[in-house]
């Protein structure tokens, strides 16, 4: 193990997660144990019931993305030079940018009462609240992500394989059953895993869909029980059901060896193509036109209910200049943060495994490197009550949003980050480590003259991303936000929630295009960085 000043970085980002989490759980014990009769009390039939209406819209949300993922990934692998799929794969990609708020309301715009579909269907339309708008959100995020990742197991299949089938003339049914099915079927319970994962966390989308209490999930009744309800005793046993649930399905992901940080830059490579029969290509062209417009639609209602408002009105107001303000900061601190900590842990771990020679891991290098994965157990909606309850009879609670949007949010990002730095990071320690020793270059100038040409994109990349999550993020300023701190998404909730809605959807376009911008920069940088 290296010397303290050494492992020093690494030691207190360690530090800074155990204290954000740390500080929930003492939040959540200490309220526990004030009130345990009201705790084990709200063990109750609605509790059961929001517990298990959590586990069966994350259920129908996994089979509804992942079955029409099959079909859209062998679809876009079996035609590599099927036009505008580089179109199509780039549109996939836009729901990992889009904020969970502004995705509802494109949903809202074009399957609610006054949508696009009520319009043509007439009054009779039954509208888009309650478990068919969160399946229909979360089909719209979790199908792109499926499809993308199932098309890149469909592209480790050996080319001798595709080549052999094409020579013999193998037709699409014998060529899925004996080539791609295999495939597709060791990626699935991983792929299916992290959707599940998904959406048994989400938040936005059940408290802008949800619809009332017969279709809340555990998240969302957590926030009630401190913002509405105020039943702290609820809360702490709301909030411990909910991070069981979670850790329960990140073990079974583990063992499935799934990848819960996801990735923002998916490579898909062209392949060589089996030569598809005419019949099989009208229908893949059809599943692909049918996939790619139900993505694009909420988009385009997005779009045009936010050109509809007044844009140049709601740039000038006061409350969405501060709340646009409020964001970037809060973001860009944010980020800055979650680049320091991510590169210390990096830097770190890297720095006792080149000491470390052929021995084992120790336990501080195991904990650098799977450290920032504990913070996916613990959503930021369980972290934020855990702390609301902690400061709460200490502090004006709603004055601590800044710290704790940017705290949380940092954290949340790490996983992410650290997929951007630690390659390029550890690839050029390789390199450069033994010829800065001998030279004598150390400190402030190995960081400009070596590090940082190296370096530059992968945390460009890495913040980039970190602050388009962000500015997206509702969960934590749900919870801490006030009229005296606003960002877009609260402020977008809030017109939302007041039934503005042209000033609701003004702001989401402006808040989609900000975060749109971010992840292209996040994404150009980091295939220019391979």
Same mark, same amino acid.
């Given at each position: 193990?290296?010397? =303290? ?9 360690? &530090? ?5 989490? &740390? ?58 030079? @099927?036009?505008?799929? &580089?179109?199509?794969?780039?549109? @996939? ?27 043509? /269907?007439?009054?009779? /339309? ?51 059953? =004996?080539?791609? /099915?295999? +495939? ?31 279709? +809340?999930?555990?998240? #969302? ?59 099989? +290509? ?43 303000? +409020? ?59 855990? /702390?609301? =309850? ?7 609670? @709603? ?11 940092? #954290? ?41 040409p190296v370096l530059r994109r992968p945390l460009l990349t890495g913040l980039a991303f970190a602050m388009a999550l962000s500015l997206g993020d509702l969960g934590v300023i749900a919870l801490f936000g006030s009229d005296a701190v606003q960002t877009l998404p609260y402020l977008l909730l809030g017109r939302m929630g007041s039934y503005r809605t042209e000033d609701a959807a003004g702001v989401a376009l ?12 996040a994404d150009r940088l980091g295939r220019e960085a391979r």
């Amino acid at each position: 193990m290296g010397s =303290l000043r050494a492992i020093g970085p690494g030691l207190l980002a360690l &530090g800074a997660i155990a204290l954000l989490i &740390g500080g929930a759980f003492a939040g959540l014990l200490a309220e526990g144990l004030s009130n345990p009769d009201g705790a084990l009390a709200a063990f109750d039939p609605y509790l059961l019931r929001v517990a298990r209406f959590t586990l069966w819209q994350a259920a129908l949300s996994t089979l509804l993305s992942v079955a029409p993922a099959i079909l859209v990934a062998r679809a876009l692998s079996r035609h590599p030079s @099927f036009p505008g799929r &580089g179109l199509i794969l780039k549109l @996939f990609a836009v729901p990992l940018a889009l904020p969970a708020i502004v995705a509802a309301l494109g949903v809202l715009a074009l399957y609610g009462r006054a949508g696009l579909f009520s319009s043509l /269907w007439g009054p009779g /339309w039954p509208g888009i609240y309650g478990l068919s708008g969160i399946l229909v959100a979360h089909v719209f995020f979790n199908l792109p992500l499926a499809t993308r990742l199932l098309l890149e197991a469909l592209d480790t299949i050996p080319p001798d394989q595709l080549r052999l089938a094409a020579q013999l003339g193998m037709g699409a049914r014998p060529a899925f059953t =004996l080539i791609e /099915w295999p +495939t597709i079927r060791r990626a699935l319970p991983s792929v299916a895993g992290l959707v599940f994962m998904l959406c048994i966390t989400s938040f936005t989308i059940v408290l802008t869909l949800g619809g009332g209490p017969r279709a +809340t999930t555990l998240e #969302v009744a957590i926030y009630q029980a401190l913002r509405f309800d105020f039943d702290p005793a609820r809360a702490v046993a709301v909030t411990l059901l909910q991070i069981l649930l979670t850790a329960i399905v990140l073990a079974a992901l583990a063992r499935l060896g799934a990848n819960v940080a996801g990735d923002a830059n998916l490579s898909v490579s062209r392949r060589s193509p089996l030569r598809p029969e005419r019949f099989e +290509t009208a229908f893949n062209a059809a599943v692909l036109f049918v996939a790619a417009l139900f993505v694009l639609s909420p988009m385009a209602a997005t779009v045009i209910a936010g050109l509809r408002a007044d844009l140049a009105r709601l740039a000038s107001e006061q409350a969405v200049q501060t709340a646009a303000l +409020t964001s970037l900061v809060l973001a860009s601190l944010s980020a800055i943060l979650c680049l320091a900590l991510s590169l210390s842990l990096v830097a770190t771990r890297q720095k006792i495994a080149a000491e470390r020679r052929k021995t084992r891991p120790g336990l501080l290098e195991r904990l650098l490197d799977t450290g920032a994965g504990f913070v996916l157990v613990v959503p930021p909606i369980v972290i934020g009550s855990g /702390w609301f =309850l902690l400061l709460r009879t200490r502090i004006d609670v @709603f004055g601590a949003a800044p710290v704790m949007v940017v705290a949380v949010n940092a #954290v949340m990002a790490m996983p992410f980050a650290i997929r951007a730095i630690r390659p390029a990071y550890d690839a050029a320690a390789t390199r450069h480590d033994r010829i800065a020793a001998q030279l004598g270059i150390t400190g402030w100038n190995r960081l400009r003259l070596i590090d940082w040409p190296v370096l530059r994109r992968p945390l460009l990349t890495g913040l980039a991303f970190a602050m388009a999550l962000s500015l997206g993020d509702l969960g934590v300023i749900a919870l801490f936000g006030s009229d005296a701190v606003q960002t877009l998404p609260y402020l977008l909730l809030g017109r939302m929630g007041s039934y503005r809605t042209e000033d609701a959807a003004g702001v989401a376009l402006l808040l989609g295009l900000l975060c749109l911008a971010l992840m292209l920069i996040a994404d150009r940088l980091g295939r220019e960085a391979r």
